[in-house]
């Protein structure tokens, strides 16, 4: 029942998150096409975000599946993802705003980098429940999407002084690297039910 | 389980969506009712989105009674559906601001018909879950409301570089025949349970 | 259990506009107690409100409780209190802002007596749903307060412009009068309970 | 039941007050790390403010989980609650805004002494619907965090005017007091099940 708020609380955060990002979209002085030009990089930007949030919510829904009891600890690793996550709107907004300047390039790396080890330290803490050569552990011990994203990330944070645009690059290629639903601990849950005759 | 926490979180940003819209009505300068005058467009703009995304709402309700099992492909057509129609508050805004102006109108249909195939996709994807031969398929199949929708948004599109005020009429025509939930599936669920004896 | 994602969704809209309603309380800019001092009708205005709204919730849920089928029309009157309350936040924020003045005053007074008769539409087509000769319907026929509040709302709204400190007057004696939770249904539904031995 | 919606409307509010504190990060006109710079403090309350909505939410839900039956007291007590904690969001702005001035600093204290005093009403409210000889009372009633948060932050407020950075401290420290989850209703909870061979 405890692993049901959290789950709902966490839905609650992640709904307001991805959708506070639209406030930034201020309406513009003009009323042709033209005055819409300075809002295409955000859009892009929301764009970009709002996927990243949905794979978030996605990933975050399989993960607490697999959880056997929330305890402190678990709670606060999930509100640390949560923080991570709630300051995506703002970099979201400085990168669309500066058109993909460095600096804010940079920071919107950095926050995905912050909330991907945020992440990693939940499911660590999830896995940590389970007995070591249980199905579950084994699946998420590749991880290869979760190794491969950091080092990604902080591609795209060095390549914001040089080429924004490869760090943009960068973002999309994880974006699409993960848009398809973990299977892995699908696949772990169900080789799991099946065991435990569930 | 699944489709419940999809539905929740629709729920959840539908609801976001729909209210954040009013954040759009600053205070007026002034103390009196004519200072509310420029608001008038604001306001009219408000609720003509404020049935649209109930009658969304509604919709998607009953489109997910449907579903079967919810796998990538849904969550990631449901996702779309809720971006296109994060863009609403924007367009309500801005249409509403420039007095119905030519481009902000034809935005305003262009984000709407988006949405409305977002929805086509996202009920042609639930459709194919089930058997070709089933009560629900050939219920959906007439969908007239589904096609005529797009249709009458096209029109408004290019009807809004003529006569905007004949956009806001398709506009306030296609919420009309929408305004009933629909029966199709309504009824089709129940001929669907009769069957099944359920 | 559509009853109950309409709850949901009610929830959800009614969490929000109670919250953000504080999105009006803007960063001063000076640093001392005299800086805050702009902000005390808003906080008094929010302090109302707020009761306004609780109060909503509560009866809403007591309502919704008696409800036996969910119909378009329910659905729809639902969404129509939901939007009038929607616009408590507007109307809060332009009496605080304008220091009580009478069009203020009595646009926040108009916008509750919507509210006031949306809920009411929705209470009598719940009761059509009962037979006319039910505990229930005989219980909810008495409704005192629901009778005495619009009168008490049309009252306010014309004192507006003789003296609106009576108007707030009346907006905080309905608030008391409703403060506690609608017994006369709680009683009624324990009594149709004990009748249906449910 | 309907514990389970005022939990349920509660963490709406709860998760809508956490992340509209994000709105305050306003997008600096600079592209640069330097133009970061005046977000640092606004940052740095955020955080606090963010740890002190979480341990609310955390030790909240623990609470109501000892309700055994909700009237219009506890209903309003917890909207008192949700009404302290609505200004959190203003407070920590204001704070963050003015570099830890007195004034907002102390404030901020005023405000997380008015939302202890809300919780430890609700608290008694919720105490005394159990016998006075239950586990959960005498686990209760030692509630030395409870006891110690007032005046720490009453000892906060002052020194806001003698130097900031030790009521900043005090803030700090109550939040590491209150960070782990109320383990004495968690342990009076387990012994009442035991007790009740639930």
Redesign the interface.
Known sequence: M?AN?M???S??????????M????K??EG???HS?TGLIPKIMSY?VS??YV?IY??NH?HLLHTVRRI??KL??LN?LL??CL??V??TT??MG??HF????TA?YGIVLLMAAVAYMFLQRAIIGQHPADSVIVSAMGKDLKGKLSPILYLLAIIMAYVMPWVSCFFFVLVAIVW???DKRIEQALSMHNEEHGA
Chains 1, 2, 3, 4 share one sequence.
Do not use: C, Q, Y
């Open positions: 405890k708020r789950e709902a609380f839905d609650g955060v992640l709904a307001i998150i991805i959708t506070i639209v406030l930034e979209f309406v513009p009323h042709d096409w819409l764009i709002f996927v949905g919510w996605n829904h305890n402190g709670m606060w509100m949560l923080f709630s300051l709107p703002f907004a400085w705003e500066s300047a460095p600096t804010p920071l848009f398809v639903p």
